[in-house]
């Protein structure tokens, strides 16, 4: 007996891959001390694939029924990730902190989105570019700063 049906595997797959790729960005923020580091990133590239994939589905399960667009659930998303990504910035005096810790929250819950709608080539190429820019480009500034 077949107890997982292609839709169920789908559900399962998107989610199995925001948690790598939420991996991936979380994992260099806990490497460079980062406010949210690999759990926070996880969670929110998990929780903003399953809310895409629910967005999908209650599109799927009203569609001609209902006015419903699944495009606003996502932007609730973008909102909501505005707020956890200010809890991350702080500042004294001249220095802010945790600016570039709130943009990668905000790039982990577009990923998400991205692998909830299965846009997965573009989830993929928005993490290799963040962990690169996060992982290298700090590198290149401080080398800049000096010159």
Known sequence: M???T??????WQRLLLAF???????????RKGGSAGLR?????CVGSTL????????????????PVDPGRIAAGVVTGIGFLGAGTIMRGGK????LTTAASVWVSSAIGLAVGCGFLSAAFATTMITV???????WLEHRLQRE
């Open 132 to 138: 690169i820019t996060l992982a290298l480009l700090k």
């Open 95 to 98: 220095d802010i902190k945790g």
């Open 6 to 11: 292609h839709e169920t595997f789908v559900v």
């Open 20 to 30: 790598v790729l939420g991996s991936a960005i979380g994992l260099e923020r806990e």
């Open 2 to 4: 077949n107890y997982m």
């Open 51 to 66: 809310i895409m994939l629910v967005s999908i589905y209650i599109y799927d399960m009203y569609k001609g029924a209902a």
């Open 40 to 44: 926070t990133h996880i969670l929110v």
